[in-house]
């Protein structure tokens, strides 16, 4: 996959907003994903080419840290809770109930683009265990059927849950 000529350019104006900072490997890598949804290979070395910081150290920093993504995320980003309270309400059936109704496997994104599926930490939702998050909107409570059902909705159009 190329690099397009925006990304470029976008990758650029980042790393010239950190030019004389040290360690702003970090912050860098943040950014190039708050702009433009994740942090691909193809921009790690177009990073590595404009800083002089080894690939290998960037590409260490974003599979090290799970704020960042190697892939853009889907349409639709289902972020099922696994703290414990909503382990122990039933989260593991709502991932498999989204699994099955999208296509995508937990942690990756479906073929079609439409949906990703993580599982989180925590929410800070336990009274409304297993809480589910789609695009930032908070749903508790949540069933494997009512998951299913979700799922069908956000199918049928750009229900987007913001």
Same mark, same amino acid.
């Given at each position: 996959?190329? =690099?397009?000529?925006?990304?470029? $350019?976008?990758?650029?104006?980042?790393?010239?907003?950190?030019?004389?900072?040290?360690?702003?490997?970090?912050? =860098?890598?943040?950014?190039?994903?708050?702009?433009?949804?994740?942090?691909?290979?193809?921009? =790690?070395?177009?990073?590595?080419?404009?800083?002089?910081? *080894?690939?290998?150290?960037? $590409?260490?920093?974003?599979?090290?840290?799970?704020?960042?993504?190697?892939?853009?995320?889907?349409?639709?980003?289902?972020?099922?809770?696994?703290?414990?309270?909503?382990?122990?309400?039933?989260?593991?059936?709502? =991932?498999?109930?989204?699994?099955?109704?999208?296509?995508?496997?937990?942690?990756?994104?479906?073929?079609?683009?439409?949906?990703?599926?993580?599982?989180?930490?925590?929410?800070?939702?336990?009274?409304?265990? *297993?809480?589910?998050?789609?695009?930032?909107?908070?749903?508790?409570?949540?069933?494997?059927?009512?998951?299913?059902?979700?799922?069908?909705?956000?199918?049928?159009?750009?229900?987007?849950?913001?």
């Amino acid at each position: 996959m190329r =690099i397009t000529s925006e990304q470029s $350019y976008a990758i650029e104006q980042i790393v010239n907003k950190y030019r004389n900072l040290s360690g702003a490997a970090i912050p =860098i890598l943040q950014e190039i994903q708050n702009q433009l949804g994740y942090v691909s290979p193809q921009f =790690i070395e177009k990073v590595a080419e404009l800083t002089e910081i *080894p690939a290998s150290e960037l $590409y260490g920093i974003v599979t090290f840290y799970t704020q960042f993504r190697l892939e853009p995320i889907g349409e639709n980003h289902i972020q099922i809770c696994h703290g414990t309270a909503c382990h122990l309400a039933g989260a593991n059936a709502v =991932i498999e109930a989204f699994e099955s109704s999208t296509g995508a496997k937990c942690g990756s994104t479906s073929k079609d683009g439409k949906f990703t599926l993580d599982k989180v930490a925590c929410m800070g939702c336990c009274s409304l265990a *297993p809480v589910v998050g789609v695009n930032g909107k908070i749903h508790g409570r949540m069933t494997a059927e009512k998951a299913q059902k979700l799922a069908r909705e956000l199918k049928g159009g750009d229900s987007r849950g913001r």
